[in-house]
C-alpha cells in the first residue's frame, strides 16, 4: 500500500491538520481508467471504487453474458478488498449501477454467489450509460479491522 498526506483545512485562519490516507492497489484488479485510485483508507473505512468487467490482465472489457460480466465486476472488487486487507464479508455498503433493471434479479443471484449473510446494505441505480458501454458498475465502504470499535 502507498500512503499519501492530504492536508484539510477547516477555515483560512486555523492551523492545518493533516489526515492520513493510505491509497490501495493492486495488480490482481482493472488499473484505473481515469483519475482516480482503486481505493482509500482512512480511518478505519475503505472506500472502494466502482468496479466495471475489466479483465485485469488486459485491462479490457470483458464481453459475454451479463452473469459473465457481473461475476468480473465481483472477483475484482473482491481483490480490491483483499488488498485493503479485507474481504468481502467486510463490505458494509454497495452501489450497484445497472443500465437495465431488467437484470436485477440476475444481481441478485450473483450476490449470493459472492457475499454471505449478513449481506452488506445496498442500493441498485438505474442509469442510462457506463464507462466502456459496461452493462454494470459496483463500488462500496469497507470496514478494517483498523476501524473496529
Same mark, same amino acid.
Request: proline fraction near 7%.
Given at each position: 500500500?502507498?500512503? !499519501? @498526506? ?8 486555523? *492551523? #492545518?491538520?493533516?489526515m ?7 495488480? *490482481?484488479?482493472?488499473? #484505473? ?8 483508507e482512512? !480511518?478505519? @473505512? &475503505? $472506500?472502494l ?5 475489466l ?6 472489457r ?7 460480466q457481473?461475476?468480473?465486476v $465481483?472477483?475484482? $472488487? ?8 479485507? !474481504? @468481502? ?9 445497472l443500465?437495465? @433493471? #431488467?437484470?436485477?434479479p440476475? /444481481? !441478485? ?9 449478513? $449481506?452488506?446494505?445496498?442500493?441498485? /441505480? =438505474? ?8 452493462? &454494470?458498475?459496483?463500488? =462500496? &465502504?469497507?470496514?478494517? =479491522?483498523?476501524?473496529?470499535?
Amino acid at each position: 500500500m502507498e500512503k !499519501n @498526506l492530504f492536508t484539510h483545512r477547516s477555515a483560512p485562519q486555523e *492551523k #492545518a491538520e493533516t489526515m492520513s490516507h493510505n491509497i490501495i492497489e493492486t495488480d *490482481k484488479a482493472p488499473k #484505473a481508467i481515469g483519475s482516480y485510485s482503486q481505493a482509500v483508507e482512512s !480511518n478505519g @473505512l &475503505v $472506500f472502494l471504487s466502482g468496479q466495471i468487467p475489466l479483465d485485469p490482465a488486459t485491462n479490457k472489457r470483458v464481453h459475454g453474458s451479463f452473469k459473465e460480466q457481473l461475476s468480473q465486476v $465481483f472477483s475484482n $472488487f473482491r481483490n480490491v478488498a483483499e488488498a485493503a486487507g479485507g !474481504n @468481502l464479508a467486510d463490505v458494509v455498503k454497495i452501489t450497484i449501477y445497472l443500465t437495465d @433493471l #431488467a437484470n436485477y434479479p440476475a /444481481v !441478485n443471484e450473483g450476490m449470493a454467489e459472492y457475499f454471505e449473510k449478513p $449481506f452488506p446494505a445496498r442500493a441498485v /441505480v =438505474g442509469v442510462a450509460s457506463l464507462p466502456l458501454d459496461s452493462p &454494470v458498475e459496483v463500488e =462500496g &465502504v469497507m470496514i478494517t =479491522g483498523s476501524g473496529a470499535p
